[in-house]
């Protein structure tokens, strides 16, 4: 949603984010995967991360703040795809502290992220909804 504001090797970097993510669990589910791939089209990356470094490391390359926020909100939007895995959590928790947003931040994050699951759970269902069964509503 946000990623194109990224610098390019922001980007890259986030890549390699959210694969450490949704490797986290050891489960990549149908949701995470796809999630995925439409991050990295939304950057335009046509290559998938291959998760050589480290998390610290990754996140050194993220300088600017708004780039930190919106790396924040986005991997909280990839973990909540298919429910929110403790590994998911502890390394969004890594990544946090590193860009040291505060607890209450972070908590507002996963606030608004939870919310937007919730819109797009119910726009997922608009669009597959009977023609019969909205006529009704």
Aim: proline share 1%; net charge negative.
């Amino acid at each position: 949603m946000f990623l194109s504001a990224l610098s390019q090797d922001e980007k890259v970097a986030f890549l390699e984010l959210a694969q450490h993510l949704v490797s986290a669990d050891g489960v990549m589910s149908i949701e995470e995967s796809e999630l995925f791939e439409e991050m990295r089209h939304e950057m335009r990356l046509v290559s998938r991360a291959d998760g050589e470094l480290n998390v610290d490391s990754l996140c050194q390359v993220f300088t600017r703040t708004q780039s930190r926020r919106i790396v924040v909100l986005e991997l909280i939007t990839l973990a909540l795809v298919d429910g929110l895995a403790v590994t998911e959590h502890a390394l969004i928790n890594t990544v946090a502290r590193s860009f040291e947003l505060s607890p209450r931040t972070l908590a507002r994050y996963y606030s608004w992220a939870h919310r937007l699951a919730r819109l797009n759970d119910e726009a997922r269902a608009l669009i597959s909804e009977d023609d019969d069964a909205a006529a009704a509503s």
